[in-house]
């Protein structure tokens, strides 16, 4: 199982998203094309719970999505940024800034190519434990 996360949702530049597990861009890096000023990367993901900012379970989800990789302009290139304003299960469950979430990630796609996330093992980064 690849890298289990439960992050806190952040509001960078009036958006609101996850940042990229440090696991993940140790490894496989978030290559930015400086040509069409954008990230390629998609990430598929499995959300699993919601908590509030006070870690308190909110509700359970066990739903997948993909999130885009965004840049939000905080450095150079800009810094990348899992971009959940738009997403349906964002929508569907509500989520908002400081809350938390619990988050699989499974895979990337980059352009054509799918890279599986660690599938000999499980990371686990999380900002609280259960």
Known sequence: MPVRVIKQIEKIGGR????IPTSIVDIYGC???FDSDRYYDVFSCEFKNHFDKSENLVRKINESSKLQVVGIC????QDPFLLLEG???AMNYGFV???YIEVIFQ???RNTKVISIF???LIEDLDFVL
């Open 16 to 19: 609101i998203g996850l940042a």
């Open 31 to 33: 290559p930015y094309d």
């Open 119 to 121: 599938p000999e093992r």
């Open 74 to 77: 905080v450095g150079q290139p």
């Open 97 to 99: 800034d400081k809350d």
């Open 87 to 89: 997403n349906l299960i």
């Open 107 to 109: 895979a990337i796609k």
